[in-house]
């Protein structure tokens, strides 16, 4: 081997180019990609997630009744994440149709509204419902708007028995609609469908299906069109909503129906319009609000581009019953511009939650 001075410059002059192409010259595709999205957190984004879970202590079953504040403001702070919008996960007696219901329903709401008045500008309030109890959940609307300053509320798939286009749930969308609220769609399994395949948690699949079912059940009965000025938010990139949207369109009941063939079942070129439906199936569907909480990968990510704009992007982490990385660290991976990204952290959210737009 040569040692002199020509030998000892090759040598220098090799690592200098290592090192101004940088790590991710000799990094593999997938460790490059975690770390890009980690250095996109160390710059701070300030992202706002419209999907975070709180827990309310003795009042909240399951895995995630241990949380606290400081949890997550721990991993908003690792993450890049500026505020987080809490909802409840799910039942927990919320659907009973009691007063028990009532009063659950205005405890946690009211553990949260505490949590959001004991970190400023950190967290903000999606309330929930007795959503099996119409009355009770009118009320409550108005509790968590006017006396508690909820930003919007978080409502699930189902109650354990309805899907939420049931027009006995009618006058809960109606009064959203007449104060103009958000409304977060969060997966719920219906009594019906729990444990369907053997072996196969519910949370696989089932929990996409039901958000499916939910939408579906918004549209083809009119609540979607009935009630135009509430701004819903559907989790997991829209579930199985941007695959199936054509397939959903097609199948409108009574659209084109002269053409229905002795199936029961139209045919697929028709606009996927009916008189709940006046301004077509794709054009209620598009309307809504998609945030990308562990199904940020490319796969679902590009049938939701293909879908809607970006204007329709929102971030979210299902934290804590997802890691934050699950989310994040697949974002590099979409192909998504800057422009996007920006639309995507906290843009698009600040005009759906204006108190929460940025003051520099």
């Given amino acids: ?19 101004a192409a940088g790590a991710g010259a000799i990094l593999p595709a997938g460790l490059l990609s975690a770390q890009n999205s980690r250095q996109t957190a160390g710059t701070n984004p300030r992202r ?3 999907h975070h879970h709180f827990a309310t202590p003795s009042l909240t079953p399951g895995p995630i009744q241990q949380w606290t504040p400081a949890q997550s403001l721990e991993q908003m702070d690792k993450f890049g994440v500026a505020t ?10 919320l ?28 967290f903000g309030l999606l309330a929930v419902l007795p959503f099996r109890d119409v009355e009770g959940s009118v009320k409550e609307i108005e509790y968590a708007l006017d006396t ?13 028995e309805k899907w939420p286009g049931d027009p006995a749930l009618l006058p809960i969308f109606q009064e959203f609609n007449r104060r103009k609220t958000v409304v977060f769609v969060h997966p719920f399994v219906n009594k019906c469908c729990r444990q369907l395949v053997t ?31 509430i701004r819903f938010i559907v989790t997991h990139s829209g579930a199985c909503v941007p695959v199936l949207a054509g397939r959903i369109k097609d199948r409108v009941p009574g659209a084109n129906s002269s053409n229905t063939s002795n199936t029961g079942i139209a045919p697929s070129n028709h606009e996927g319009k009916n008189e709940k439906i006046p301004k077509g199936a794709y054009y209620e569907l598009k309307k ?21 704009g970006p204007s329709q992007l929102l971030f979210g982490t299902d934290y804590p019953a997802e ?12 192909g998504l511009s800057p422009e996007v990204l920006r639309a995507l952290a906290r843009g698009n959210a600040e005009r759906l939650f204006p108190r929460l737009k940025s003051k520099t």
């Fill in 95 to 122: 659907f009973e149709g009691t007063e028990k219901a009532r009063t659950l329903a205005r405890k946690v709401n009211e553990f949260g509204a505490k949590v959001v008045s004991d970190y400023p500008g950190r």
């Fill in 148 to 160: 508690l300053k909820a930003d919007g509320f978080g409502i699930t798939s189902n109650n354990g």
């Fill in 199 to 229: 072996g196969v948690a519910d949370s696989v699949v089932e929990y996409d299906f039901d958000t499916t079912r939910a939408i579906t059940s918004l549209l083809y009965n009119g609540v979607l069109s009935q009630c135009p000025d």
């Fill in 323 to 334: 890691p934050m990385e699950t989310t994040i660290d697949n974002l590099p991976s979409d």
């Fill in 48 to 50: 706002i997630d419209v």
């Fill in 1 to 19: 081997m040569r040692t002199d001075g020509r030998a000892r410059t090759s040598r220098r002059d090799l690592l200098k180019a290592v090192a």
């Fill in 288 to 308: 809504l609000y998609y945030e990308c909480a562990h199904a940020s990968y490319p796969m679902p990510m590009a049938a939701l581009m293909k879908f809607v």
């Fill in 84 to 93: 987080a919008l809490l909802s409840h996960p799910g039942d927990g007696g």
